[in-house]
């Protein structure tokens, strides 16, 4: 397991529970897994000698957050088994990369703009960006549970939020009114046969994930809605894809009700099989 925080601990004892044993990797000498784990590797994600020693530790390697660097997954995928894939983890990683490829998979997602730079952002005119106000100003990378994000309504309050952020790359996304969430799960085996599992509704409270309901709630004309992005996003493993549906707005050509958009993909373990309210 790459990372050793508390939903490596949750699939330390889980796994341990079903008679394996558990190799830990993470440079944190209290971390949470680690303290638990048969074996915890003391050295950074990145570490060669450290990450051949995982390798020959274990018959496969999984990771409990995205945030790993894809390269380490990918230099223990030529030897064992990993998943999710450097692939998966590369795209989840990165909003403005998780968003060009949902789009690819011909799924809508919200209206937004790629900040890159302050170069990029000085370039853009005031309609560019108020045409996606009040929106949020999210972190490409390094941003979860709400961290990296700053609600704005103003084209200078983008400005000013852009440089308290660094000036690091950002997507401006415009606010929309959220009328429910469902969450996909699909796990694929290594012989390419996947099995989605029953959608869920999400209730939130202040923007905390409060309930979960399976089956859904809404209308039952929705559930014919395809599950081809977390099918195309799967190699081998789970992932996780949250469709956030909105009341229909001015600027959606479409005649039902609600849309739906998907702000985020997720690669899953044991451990975290989903994660709501992270994108």
């Known amino acids: 397991m790459l990372g050793g925080g508390q939903l490596g601990r949750m699939f330390c004892f889980a796994a341990q ?28 994600y990145t570490d060669e000698n450290a990450l051949i020693e995982l390798a020959r530790l274990c018959a496969a390697v999984s990771t409990e957050f995205e945030n790993v660097p ?3 997954l990918d230099f223990l995928g030529r030897t064992i088994p990993v998943s999710p894939s450097g692939r998966c983890v590369a795209i989840a990683q990165d909003r403005l990369a998780e968003k060009q490829f949902i789009r690819s998979c011909g799924v809508p997602v919200a209206p937004h703009l790629a900040l890159e730079s302050r170069e990029a952002l ?3 005119s005031d309609e560019a960006l108020q045409a996606v106000l009040p929106g949020i100003l999210k972190t490409a990378r390094l941003g979860y549970d709400g961290k990296g994000q700053i609600g704005v309504a103003t084209v200078a309050q983008v400005r000013e939020a852009h440089a308290s952020l660094g000036h690091v790359a950002c997507v401006l996304e415009k606010r929309l009114a959220l009328a429910y969430e469902v969450s996909a799960l ?33 209308p039952s004309r929705r559930r014919a809605q395809r599950s081809r992005l977390p099918r195309r996003s799967v190699t081998s493993g789970c992932c996780a894809s949250n469709f956030s549906c909105f009341r229909m707005a001015r600027w959606w050509p479409m005649k039902w009700r609600h849309v739906r958009i998907i702000p985020g993909i997720t690669p899953s373990t044991p451990a975290r099989p989903a994660s709501s309210n992270s994108r």
């Open 17 to 44: 529970a079903l008679g394996y044993r558990v190799a830990v990797l993470d440079p944190d000498e209290t971390s949470p897994a680690g303290a638990v784990a048969d074996r915890h590797i003391r050295a950074a």
């Open 186 to 218: 699909v796990a694929r085996g290594a012989d390419g046969r996947a099995q989605v599992y029953p959608l869920a509704q999400n209730s939130h409270v202040d923007g905390i994930l409060a309930q979960t309901v399976v089956p859904p709630l809404w």
């Open 70 to 72: 894809a390269r380490s």
């Open 122 to 124: 000085d370039v853009l």
